[in-house]
């Protein structure tokens, strides 16, 4: 059945036709195991990195009700006016701090941010330190622009969580910057606000920004405040974040995410934004106003289903052979390692033909942990729980 993947060289192509620098984008682990997927009858999911959740009814109207109203033409280049004041006062009420709509930009998506960010800043002999394992995007933009890659080892015994020590003592004289995704896709680790704080202020101190992509800041499954960098600096030069609606609001789809910094920072970043997208989809950016004006009692729903459903989790793989599990305290994923030396692309591929359960193998996010699968629970509690009666029965079988 392996034939039938793409094949990982033809994204390595010699080709003329492309830039040198598209070698720097990995065939992503993910899509892998969903080519095969798609090919399989009776699947089961643990691998989507979406919420299941519909979008609430009153965002959903919001954006109709502008396409109705015609706003469908460009916006400002920083986003639409409306958006940018609601982003501002909800983030100066939630953190408690005085920002300007001139702090933020409305980009497609959290993905749009990122990119803006890292590839205007990525260049040859500066080094950017980013945890490993972590989100597919950053190391290969970073790469794509020159930029150098220095990863970071979280460890599972130690719930994946961030040294801040660690970071700081690979701080060097080629560091440029340092990426922060927390909650961390794929581990659904949560920083405590001491790690936040310190690698912030070391990197003030050093003259080091923080790129950090916040899309799981509402995601919070146990009680504990989000430590956002914002929550840490007093000065938004150091620090640039990204998030967007996709997670919270179970609007992925949308596309709308933005960007927070210094202005002097959003100022530039707005010129480049015009060469790339120019402007995010206007009526989504109206979804966007109405999901912060409107009731937020939709994302608290969430979060019973997600809290319930990590909790089973946590049971479910601590009764799984082979897998160690740990406690994640947010976003929806989880990453327990299976024994040492144990190749995860394999498990997961063979898991897949011979139970039809699809988990993504921890090399997709990283070289530090190939011997873990990640678990995704934005799923229903009853696919988790059959996902298990056939992997269980599938791990106890295995000689590792
Ligand atoms: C950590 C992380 N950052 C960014 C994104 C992209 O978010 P968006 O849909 O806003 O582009 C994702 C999506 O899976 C993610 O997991």
Redesign the pocket.
């Known amino acids: 059945m392996a034939d039938r993947i793409i094949d990982p060289e033809e994204y390595e192509t010699d080709e003329p036709m492309w830039n040198p620098a598209m070698r720097a984008i990995p065939m992503p682990g993910i899509r892998k195991m969903v080519n095969l997927a798609s090919q399989m009858n009776d699947v089961i999911h643990l691998s989507i990195?979406?919420p299941n959740f519909p979008t609430p009814q009153h965002i959903v109207d919001a954006h109709i009700e502008a396409l109705q109203a015609g706003q469908t033409g460009y916006t400002m280049d920083a986003g639409l006016p409306e958006l940018l004041t609601a982003l501002c006062e909800y983030y100066s009420e939630r953190y408690d701090r005085q920002l300007t709509e001139e702090n933020f930009m409305v980009t497609t998506?959290?993905?749009?941010a990122?990119y803006l960010a890292l590839s205007a800043t990525a260049a040859p002999g500066r080094q950017f330190l980013v945890p490993d394992p972590t989100?597919l995007?950053y190391a290969p933009l970073i790469r794509m622009n020159g930029g150098e890659v220095k990863p970071i080892p979280t460890r599972a015994e130690h719930g994946h969580q961030l040294d801040p020590q660690e970071v700081i003592d690979n701080i060097g004289m080629r560091t440029y910057g340092i990426v922060l995704?927390s909650p961390?896709?794929p581990t659904g680790t949560v920083y405590p606000r001491e790690t936040v704080e310190a690698i912030v202020q070391e990197a003030a101190y050093r003259g080091i920004h923080v790129f950090s992509?916040e899309?799981?800041d509402h995601l919070i499954l146990d009680d504990m405040e989000y430590p956002s960098v914002i929550r840490c600096t007093s000065d938004l030069d150091h620090v640039v974040v990204?998030s967007?609606?996709?997670?919270t609001f179970s609007m992925?789809g949308l596309?709308i995410?933005w960007l927070i910094s210094s202005q002097g920072h959003i100022r530039k970043l707005r010129r480049y934004h015009m060469f790339t997208t120019t402007v995010a989809n206007t009526p989504a950016q109206w979804a966007g106003v109405a999901a912060l004006r409107g009731d937020r009692s939709c994302i608290d729903e969430m979060l019973i289903d997600y809290r319930a459903r990590r909790d089973r989790l946590v049971q479910l793989v601590s009764e799984a052979p082979h897998l160690t599990g740990y406690w994640p305290q947010g976003a929806f994923y989880m990453l327990p390692s299976l024994p040492p030396n144990v190749d995860g692309t394999s498990v997961a591929l063979r898991m897949l033909e011979e139970t039809g359960v699809c988990t993504v193998p921890g090399d997709a996010f990283g070289d530090s942990c190939p011997n873990s699968l990640r678990i995704s629970y934005s799923t229903s509690m009853e696919q988790i729980e059959e996902a298990f009666e056939r992997m269980i029965p599938w791990l106890a079988k295995q000689k590792f």
């Open positions: 990195g979406q998506g959290a993905t749009e990122i989100f995007l995704n961390s896709n992509d899309v799981y990204a967007s609606f996709s997670k992925a596309r995410g």
